[in-house]
């Protein structure tokens, strides 16, 4: 099956700070979605991105599926966007798979 | 509102009992999918199902059995074979369709075994 990787595992800003994250995927894939899993354990969905550029206020993906890698951008980093974030593909079958996370931490 | 319901939130069991999940939607949606968090980890897959009365193993399926008997519920079934069942247990669904293949989540059960 397709293999998930993500980096950093962790990640530890000041309020205010910019970063990115980075998800590899070693096969070609139908679906990336980019997801922040919150201190109770649900799934926000952030971006359907299996190519191209979004952009959903400070947050922004760009996924570049002929190199097999996708990026999360977050800018001007606030409290609340502490939690892990899931990087998740699916290639002609459905059914995601998920990389290990980013725990993220932002400091007041 | 549309979306995925999962029952209950929390959920304890005793050693030896079997225990069921639940797992419903309203989004039309024709596949769903059942994953297994354990801490600081990412989700495993456990059981998917594309089509009403027919589903198909995931990476992790052993001690566990599900049914699709309607389109909108898909249950999973914890059995006492489940070795370390104690987990944070995340439902999904999709489209089939050619096109977008979005995934949505139910807000997860975490089961804990006493």
């Known amino acids: 099956g397709i293999q998930v990787e993500q980096s950093p595992p962790d990640l530890i800003l000041q309020e205010g700070a910019n970063s990115t994250l980075r998800c590899n995927f070693s096969?070609?894939?139908?679906?990336l979605q980019w997801f922040h899993q919150n201190p109770w354990g649900q799934l926000i969905n952030l971006f359907y991105i299996p190519s191209g550029t979004k952009q959903n206020g400070r947050l922004s993906a760009t996924t570049v599926a002929t190199e097999r890698y996708s990026l999360l951008y977050i800018s001007s980093s606030q409290t609340t966007d502490s939690g892990v974030y899931f990087c998740a593909v699916s290639g002609s079958a459905r059914q995601l798979t998920f990389g290990s996370g980013t725990q993220l931490t932002v400091l007041p | 509102d549309g979306g995925i319901t999962q029952s209950p939130k929390y959920l304890f069991r005793k050693e030896g009992q079997n225990v069921t999940l639940s797992c419903e939607q309203n989004l039309n949606h024709d596949a769903m999918y059942w994953y297994r968090q354990d801490p600081g980890q990412g989700l495993r897959l456990i059981y998917y199902s594309q089509i009403v009365n027919d589903f198909q193993k995931g990476d992790i399926a052993e001690g566990y059995s599900v049914s699709r008997e309607k389109k909108e519920s898909f249950p999973l079934t914890v059995t006492s074979a489940q070795k370390n069942p104690t987990a944070f247990y995340l439902c999904a669904s999709t489209l089939v369709a050619a096109g977008n293949t979005e995934a949505f989540f139910g807000q997860g059960t975490r089961l804990t075994v006493v």
């Open positions: 096969d070609s894939v139908n679906n």
